[in-house]
């Protein structure tokens, strides 16, 4: 059965810095990864996905790394900005008929002005 | 990104009553759509999978006859709770699998669910 961490649990950060958000999974058979952002009672926001063999994918000020074979993603945030502040929720797929995904509990970022 | 609906966005009912959510993928075809459950402060817990044209799939623990599912369409999925009660109050997402191979999921709005 697969399980998700997620590292920090929440963070506080300065508006401008660059800051990393971890994400470990157990089962490292997967077809690929999806990071997400959701806003306060609010549904998921699509924000990258990366396939089994890709290593990064970027978008915006948005980069998300993928390590296989360890079971490891992470997602890096360039120049945070207020608008940034949600949680984030990495998400990998397990693929096969159903294509299921299985959640983190996210890390809750709050980017102050 | 693709586009998915939900309604209600937000239901209050009273105990033993049935309550039913609509999903509908607004660009897109959807095969597979999911239903997810989440308690506040809680990840989200998948609880079944619905296939257009057949039965839905249901997680351990997920209570098939009070969880009905519907996916009588490639646009429209539909989780019908039965005889509610407090215990089932919560946030009901779904989501739509894109037809493309590269596997994106794309999740609606939510419905909150409050059960008197």
């Known amino acids: 059965k697969q399980e998700v961490t997620q590292i920090p649990a929440a963070l506080s950060v300065p508006e401008g810095e660059n800051l990393v958000l971890n994400c470990s999974f157990t089962d490292s058979a997967i077809y690929n990864l999806q990071w997400f952002r959701q806003d306060p009672g609010k549904g998921l926001t699509s924000l990258l996905l990366?396939?089994?063999?890709?290593r990064e994918q970027t978008s915006g000020r948005l980069n998300a790394s993928l390590d296989k074979s360890s079971g490891r993603s992470t997602l890096y945030i360039a120049a945070s900005q207020p608008g940034d502040s949600a949680t984030y929720l990495c998400?990998?797929?397990?693929?096969?008929?159903?294509?299921?995904?299985?959640f983190g509990k996210g890390t809750l970022l709050t980017v102050n002005p | 990104g693709a586009v998915v609906s939900q309604h209600p966005s937000r239901v209050i009912c009273k105990s033993g009553t049935s309550v039913k959510i609509e999903c509908r993928s607004l660009?897109?075809?959807?095969?597979?759509m999911f239903w997810y459950r989440q308690f506040p402060k809680q990840s989200l817990m998948l609880m079944a999978t619905?296939?257009?044209?057949?039965?839905?799939?249901?997680e351990q623990g997920v209570e098939k006859d009070k969880f009905l599912i519907n996916h009588a369409s490639l646009t429209l999925s539909t989780l019908t709770v039965t005889s509610a009660h407090p215990e089932d109050s919560s946030f009901y997402i779904c989501?739509?699998?894109?037809?493309?191979?590269?596997?994106?999921?794309?999740f609606g709005p939510g419905t909150r669910l409050t059960v008197l």
């Open positions: 990366i396939q089994s063999s890709q």
């Open positions: 660009d897109f075809q959807a095969t597979t």
């Open positions: 619905s296939n257009e044209g057949s039965k839905a799939t249901y």
């Open positions: 998400a990998p797929n397990s693929g096969g008929s159903n294509y299921k995904l299985t």
């Open positions: 989501s739509a699998r894109a037809p493309s191979g590269a596997g994106w999921q794309y």
